[in-house]
């Protein structure tokens, strides 16, 4: 059983930076194998995609030139570096995990494990 857990989030204003993490564990994971992906859902809305890792990195348009996702095989962890944030951006991100992506990287139904989410709103 994988767990991921995400950290990071805050209250940043508009035109900030954060850097969200995500811890894998157990250690004992082949992490490298994973297909890692963020999403947000927001108040009232649907979760939906921001950015994946796997072979190469893919991003939402919404966020494309502002967040840059990356990861460390070597401890578990994948980032989220988000510049430029603008209140659209508030949501609670979730860091999702997949061995075999069942189906696009673009759907939540396609990964197989979620951490618990990490909240970040921007202030105008």
């Known amino acids: 059983q994988v767990q991921l857990v995400e950290s990071g989030g805050g209250l940043v204003q508009a035109g900030g930076s954060l850097r969200l993490s995500c811890a894998a564990s157990p250690r004992t994971l082949t992490f490298s194998g994973y297909a890692m992906g963020w999403f947000r859902q927001a108040p009232g809305k649907e979760r939906e995609f921001v950015a994946a890792i796997i072979s190469s990195s893919l991003y939402a348009d919404s966020v494309r030139g502002r967040f840059t996702i990356s990861r460390d095989n070597a401890k578990n962890m994948v980032y989220l570096q988000m510049n430029s944030l603008e209140p659209e951006d508030t949501a609670v991100y979730y860091c999702?995990?997949?061995?075999?992506?069942?189906?696009?990287?673009?759907?939540?139904?396609?990964?197989?494990?979620w951490g618990q989410g990490t909240q970040v709103t921007v202030s105008s």
């Open positions: 999702a995990a997949a061995q075999s992506l069942r189906g696009s990287y673009f759907y939540t139904f396609a990964y197989d494990y």
